[in-house]
């Protein structure tokens, strides 16, 4: 990995966590875990900063998730994922950056969202007018998991696929690079 992609996004990770023991000590410990998880894809690197829900017995989506309404995907502040390079998003371009990323849960097809407030609680002061993209994809069943889960697969040259995956539900999302 070159420098020059590695610094901004190394700056991201900086920001998801405390940057002093004190911070910590006086934080407490979250029922939904932080997680960063992040992937170079061609040239790009891909940083995923969120909150890491779990099933805990509870119905998941269309219950404690519900369908057709804007979802922070995950807990407490928002999903953030950036991009160090201008990429692809299932075959839409998106400028470099770093965005929140929200979606809307349906049976069967989710709507992705890459929103510009990078920088926000949940979804509660989420507007739809700083939406730089929406894109559907295909909601699949899939193996249980626990907690939910942002990872890479199928991660090529110049794409690779993002899923989340949570309960018995993966969610993929095709990114693309130009290098």
Same mark, same amino acid.
């Given at each position: 990995?070159?420098?020059?992609?590695?610094?901004?996004?190394?700056?991201?990770?900086?920001?998801?966590?405390?940057?002093?023991?004190?911070?910590?000590?006086?934080?407490? =410990?979250?029922?939904?875990?932080?997680? %960063? %998880?992040?992937?170079? =894809?061609?040239?790009?690197?891909?940083?995923?900063?969120?909150?890491?829900?779990?099933?805990? *017995?509870?119905?998941?989506?269309? *219950?404690?998730?519900?369908? !057709?309404?804007?979802?922070?995907?995950?807990?407490?502040?928002?999903?953030?994922?950036?991009?160090?390079?201008?990429?692809? =998003?299932?075959?839409?371009?998106?400028?470099?950056?770093?965005?929140?990323?929200?979606?809307?849960?349906?049976?069967?097809?989710?709507?992705?969202?890459?929103?510009?407030?990078?920088?926000?609680?949940?979804?509660? *002061?989420? *507007?739809?007018?700083? !939406?730089?993209?929406?894109?559907?994809?295909?909601?699949?069943?899939?193996?249980?998991?626990?907690?939910?889960?942002?990872?890479?697969?199928? %991660?090529?040259?110049?794409?690779?696929?993002? %899923?989340?995956?949570?309960?018995?539900?993966?969610?993929?999302?095709?990114?693309?690079?130009?290098?």
């Amino acid at each position: 990995m070159q420098l020059r992609h590695f610094l901004p996004l190394a700056f991201c990770v900086l920001l998801a966590f405390p940057a002093t023991a004190q911070e910590r000590a006086n934080e407490e =410990i979250r029922a939904s875990p932080n997680a %960063v %998880v992040g992937q170079t =894809i061609g040239m790009t690197d891909v940083l995923i900063t969120y909150g890491r829900p779990s099933v805990r *017995d509870r119905d998941i989506f269309g *219950d404690l998730v519900p369908y !057709d309404a804007v979802w922070r995907t995950g807990a407490n502040e928002a999903t953030t994922i950036a991009f160090s390079e201008d990429v692809m =998003i299932e075959g839409q371009p998106l400028a470099a950056g770093t965005y929140s990323l929200f979606t809307i849960p349906g049976e069967d097809e989710w709507t992705v969202i890459f929103n510009n407030v990078a920088n926000q609680w949940g979804a509660y *002061d989420y *507007d739809e007018a700083s !939406d730089v993209l929406r894109v559907t994809v295909e909601a699949e069943e899939s193996d249980y998991s626990e907690l939910m889960t942002f990872s890479f697969d199928e %991660v090529g040259e110049t794409s690779g696929e993002l %899923v989340l995956h949570w309960d018995e539900t993966a969610v993929p999302i095709t990114i693309a690079t130009g290098s």
